[in-house]
Antibody
Framework: EVRLVESGGGLVQPGGSLRLSCAASGSTFSGEWMSWVRQAPGRGLEWVAT????????FYVDSVGGRFTISRDNAESSLYLQMNSLRVEDTALYYC???????WGQGTLVTVSS | QPGLTQPPSVSKDLGQTATLTCTGNNNNVGYQGAGWLQHRRGHPPKLVAYRNDNRPSGISERFSASRSGNTASLTITGLQPEDEADYYC???????????FGGGTELTVL
């Protein structure tokens, strides 16, 4: 059974930074595309970023490009999202997601507010 | 970024059949097909179909998916109370190199 566990969310002021982590188990992490998807309060699902298995190719939604960085450590079966210059509109539940969006973590809440 | 188009809500009676639709373009739904996610309140989304007509292990046979051109469909037969949820379609967009989602369809089982 694939298990994804996110951590690192919290309350941060606008302009601040957070680093989200996702620990994966039960699958061949190193062979999986991995993504972050978020859901703002009262809104639908929004894709944030995706990284290929070898980590060499990364893709971002336009609204986070230049501010967020997705990375991975295949030896540790871990996925990360470094979030800088956070905005109020980044407030959301952030999910770690594997492959063809086939496995999801429980999510970690990021709140950007002064 | 542009997304996929879904009707905002569908209501059906218990035991009936619901068909949800999702429209994209040649770069996403028409390219490698669509997936469908069931999102119940308080739970993470769950994949119920992928690449048009494939069903993950453990998903009820009451869920079936298909595609015609750039439109994907999810059919749920014998509706049960636990089927009440938001359903999102998703697809990898080869031109945008991005996952795109529909706005979600709220399914109500009366």
């Amino acid at each position: 059974e694939v298990r994804l566990v996110e951590s690192g969310g919290g309350l941060v002021q606008p302009g601040g930074s957070l680093r989200l982590s996702c620990a994966a188990s039960g699958s061949t992490f190193s062979g999986e595309w991995m993504s972050w998807v978020r859901q703002a309060p009262g809104r639908g699902l929004e894709w944030v970023a995706t990284i290929k298995p070898d980590g060499n190719d990364r893709f971002y939604v336009d609204s986070v490009g230049g501010r967020f960085t997705i990375s991975r450590d295949n030896a540790e079966s871990s996925l990360y999202l470094q979030m800088n210059s956070l905005r109020v509109e980044d407030t959301a539940l952030y999910y770690c997601v594997s492959g063809l969006l086939d496995h999801w973590g429980q999510g970690t809440l990021v709140t950007v507010s002064s | 970024q542009p997304g996929l188009t879904q009707p905002p809500s569908v209501s059906k009676d218990l035991g009936q059949t619901a068909t949800l639709t999702c429209t994209g373009n040649n770069n996403n739904v028409g390219y490698q097909g669509a997936g469908w996610l069931q999102h119940r309140r308080g739970h993470p989304p769950k994949l119920v179909a992928y690449r048009n007509d494939n069903r993950p292990s453990g998903i009820s046979e009451r869920f079936s998916a298909s595609r015609s051109g750039n439109t994907a469909s999810l059919t749920i037969t014998g509706l049960q109370p636990e089927d009440e949820a938001d359903y999102y379609c998703s697809a990898w967009d080869a031109r945008l190199t991005a996952w795109v989602f529909g706005g979600g369809t709220e399914l109500t089982v009366l």
